[in-house]
């Protein structure tokens, strides 16, 4: 069976999951073939491949990673290999802390909260003490669209490494769909999954 080809080359994580998880929801079996040029979205499309039960295989060509993930298939497998598989070079990367913020300021004064918010991720900058994923809901999408300060604060993060999720129902309530500036839309299946996934699951506001 001939494979899709999905070229995320040039972007960051998590977008080549995503075009993954959209291209492989479209068909009920197949192959997809993931071509990305930095290694952290192959180990993150390496995770989530294992994680939802699907054959996969990594290798290194000239100036990017390609990546097959088969779905459906177990007989395009090699010999030997009729499931999930390690791919060479690639460990699996510790999803070590899930922050979720629920508001745009931290407490209930909301000139001193606002200050403590930006402190805390100045902070996280600054020290390299960073989580896996943030995810904003409620108030705090506010801070990926319409807080400039914060806006370059989490972008900062994200090219640290950091994966970045905004509330879509929440933006939508807000009517901010389209002001997302900083990480991607999600859902609160990103809350539900985390928590049994993460090492730590942490709150604030």
Avoid at 8 to 13: H, Y
Avoid at 19 to 47: C, F, H, T, Y
Avoid at 106 to 123: H, N, P, Q, R, V
Wanted: some cysteine; glycine content about 10%.
């Amino acid at each position: 069976m001939e494979a899709l080809l999905v070229d995320a080359r040039g972007l960051g994580c998590p977008k080549p999951v995503l075009m993954a998880e959209d291209a492989l929801s479209g068909m009920d079996e197949g192959i997809i073939d993931v071509l990305v040029d930095n290694e952290a979205s192959l180990k993150n499309l390496s995770r989530f491949a294992s994680k939802n039960g699907f054959y996969y295989e990594g290798s290194k060509e000239d100036g990017y990673w390609k990546i097959r993930i088969v779905k459906g298939h177990t007989s395009e497998a090699p010999a030997g290999q009729s499931g999930p598989s390690s791919t060479p070079g690639c460990e699996k990367p510790e999803k070590d802390v899930l922050l979720i913020i629920g508001s745009d300021t931290i407490g209930k004064d909301e000139a001193l909260g606002k200050t403590l918010m930006k402190g805390l991720f100045e902070t996280m900058k600054t020290t390299k003490e960073i989580p896996h994923t943030i995810f904003f809901l409620n108030a705090a999408v506010k801070l990926t669209t319409t807080d400039e300060e914060m806006i370059i604060i989490l972008q900062d993060l994200q090219k640290m490494g950091v994966e970045i999720f905004s509330c879509g129902t929440c933006l939508k309530y807000y009517d901010l769909e389209k002001a997302l500036k900083v990480g991607y839309r999600g859902t609160t299946n990103h809350i539900v999954e985390g928590i049994k996934d993460f090492n730590k699951t942490v709150w604030i506001g």
